[in-house]
């Protein structure tokens, strides 16, 4: 199995000997199940901040848990390939400073700790669930299998005095001046606030909210569509990219095709400004380089640092005419976001078939 791991959080040091038995355990669920090596599953590590964020959007739950799955196989979101034999199973979001405080609380220490929320999350999203009690039985039946496999399970801790995988993990310096300093500020979470949570939306389709407005706020993202959701992560995630020395603006897109690819870019200046190329662009010519052609894109989502939503530019208006993107989705690292059509954003513009 593939894992594509990475660390977005500053908050914990987490020791490389934690994360190499992360992988081993998820590597023995998908033993246990016979998943193909190109079986491939992320797993990012964040702060209990941003999984507050996350639960409070996806989940209307207003706190930070330890760790939260996102499927990509769940029919009402899009599916991301990279060819036939290719299958992605979805996110796995663990919050590292509640892994520390869970490890320390259960005597079994950081490690321990760590792959047991990595292989309870893939586990979900094998499918399994621990709603009812004979399912919750199931579940914690193939969580101690995979455990065992690497010298973890309840029984092996049992068996020891001391768990020799445990260490001490402390919350980095930096992070901590970083809280004092900011003490009294509002967190991203305190921003998305009940003012955007007022703003509500019809199931499966962006509605207009009663201010008469194609807006709503970032925690109606899921009622309304969790393909935008999931288009939103991506954007903000290529943002974090963006070469920009000299605007200093970053931005994010994402595009989804009709076959439910997923393709993103950021904004990328020049010391020749006119060689500065925009992030919905980007997008689209990654699309266009895997071989994506016009009316083969069915939306596109576009997000940056702005007090209101993000509106393209009319270079990237002309070519998202090029290539016949029906749903243009502008927002802005708050949260809100607001739906056009193209013949909003470019009422008289032209492509290839007007040449034909």
Do not use: W
């Amino acid at each position: 199995m593939i894992i594509n791991f990475s660390d977005d959080q500053d908050e914990v040091k987490i020791p490389k000997e934690a994360i190499a038995l992360l992988k081993k355990g998820l590597q023995a669920v998908a033993k246990l199940h016979k998943l193909s090596a190109k079986t491939e599953v992320s797993v990012s590590l964040v702060s209990d901040e941003v999984i507050h964020v996350l639960n409070k959007d996806y989940r209307g739950i207003d706190r930070p848990t330890d760790v939260l799955s996102f499927a990509l196989d769940e029919a009402e979101e899009p599916e991301e390939t990279g060819g036939p034999e290719q299958h992605l199973l979805g996110d796995i979001i663990i919050s590292a400073e509640t892994a520390v405080r869970q490890g320390k609380e259960y005597g079994h220490g950081l490690n321990r700790e760590l792959v047991y929320l990595g292989v309870h999350s893939l586990l979900h999203l094998l499918g399994y669930d621990h709603m009812k009690k004979e399912d919750k039985a199931v579940m914690r039946q193939k969580e101690e299998e995979a455990l065992r496999m690497i010298g973890l399970s309840q029984e092996d801790i049992d068996a020891k005095e001391k768990d020799p995988e445990h260490f001490a993990v402390a919350v980095v310096d930096a992070a901590a001046k970083k809280k004092k300093k900011n003490k009294g500020k509002k967190t991203l979470a305190d921003k998305l606030s009940a003012e955007d949570a007022a703003e509500t939306a019809m199931p499966d389709e962006i509605a207009r909210t009663a201010k008469g407005k194609d807006k709503m706020g970032k925690s109606d993202v899921k009622k309304a569509d969790k393909t935008i959701g999931k288009l939103y992560k991506k954007a903000l995630k290529a943002r974090e990219n963006a070469y920009v020395p000299f605007s200093k603006f970053k931005v994010g897109a994402a595009v989804l095709t009709k076959s439910g690819d997923i393709f993103t870019g950021c904004n990328i200046e020049n010391s020749s400004f006119g060689l500065t190329v925009c992030a919905e662009r980007v997008a689209l010519f990654n699309a266009a380089a895997s071989g994506i052609r016009p009316g083969e894109i069915k939306m596109l989502l576009v997000a940056a640092d702005t007090d209101d939503v993000t509106s393209p530019c009319g270079a990237c208006r002309q070519v998202m005419a090029e290539f016949e993107i029906p749903h243009i989705i502008m927002a802005n690292v708050k949260g809100d976001l607001r739906k056009v059509t193209l013949e909003e954003l470019l009422p008289f513009g032209f492509k290839a078939a007007d040449f034909t």
